[in-house]
């Protein structure tokens, strides 16, 4: 199993804030994710990356954007946030190659908008 | 895109019952996994499974890529095996998993 690592677990914030959300892995893993997932509804991809310095827009349309300066790290950052963004976030990373492409998941963010 | 359905979408079981959980999907696939959503939130892994059967205790899973389907079987159910089960499938526009809606499962003591 991957060791991923995703914080604030929580977080509740005030509209217009400008937050980051910190995902961090420890695999050595190519790829990483992030999902977007509603309450009681399944996950949609919002970003990805191959590796460092590429990033890529999920199937998901979002406001969030996202960085790949170091391998292990993969933080989303919302200039302003609003109530719309309220929402589960969850980071996952994978080999990339020389193996299954198997997914493994962090424990998730949960935002809430005021 | 690939399009990810699963059934049934809820079911609620005595604890020690076996349940079976199905999941179908659009197009061919690269990559079939499933995974337990526990309350607090948290996906895990139970199965990466694009084609083949798989085993770990009490549960197992099949998955026919010529027919697109693949199945999850729960045995001897417990109470902590309660939440949501996903199906994801790589495919589509991007990188990336398209999940399902879930099957939501209840067992009661």
């Known amino acids: 199993e991957a060791d991923i690592y995703q914080t604030p677990r929580y977080l509740v914030i005030g509209t217009g804030k400008k937050i980051t959300l910190e995902c961090s892995q420890t695999?050595?893993?190519?790829?990483m994710y992030w999902y977007q997932q509603d309450p009681g509804m399944e996950l949609h991809l919002i970003h990805y990356s191959y590796g460092v310095n590429s990033t890529e827009k999920g199937d998901l349309s979002s406001e969030s954007t996202v960085s790949r300066i170091r391998t292990e790290h993969f933080p989303l950052t919302l200039e302003s946030a609003r109530p719309s963004h309220t929402s589960q976030y969850l980071c996952?990373?994978?080999?990339?190659?020389?193996?299954?492409?198997?997914?493994?998941f962090g424990p998730g963010t949960r935002l809430t908008v005021l | 895109g690939i399009q990810v359905e699963q059934s049934p979408p809820d079911l609620i079981l005595q604890e020690g019952a076996n349940s079976t959980l199905r999941c179908n999907f659009s197009?061919?696939?690269?990559?079939l996994q499933w995974f337990h959503q526990n309350p607090w939130g948290q996906l895990i892994n139970l199965f990466y499974i694009p084609s083949g059967t798989k085993q770990n205790g009490r549960l197992s899973a099949t998955t026919v890529a010529t027919e697109r389907y693949s199945l999850l079987y729960i045995s001897s159910s417990q109470t902590t095996d309660s939440g949501v089960y996903f199906c994801?499938?790589?495919?589509?526009?991007?990188?990336?998993?398209?999940f399902g809606k879930g099957t939501h499962l209840i067992i009661q003591p």
């Open positions: 996952a990373s994978a080999r990339g190659t020389g193996g299954p492409d198997t997914q493994y």
């Open positions: 994801a499938v790589d495919g589509g526009g991007a990188d990336g998993l398209t």
């Open positions: 695999m050595g893993h190519d790829k």
């Open positions: 197009d061919s696939v690269n990559n």
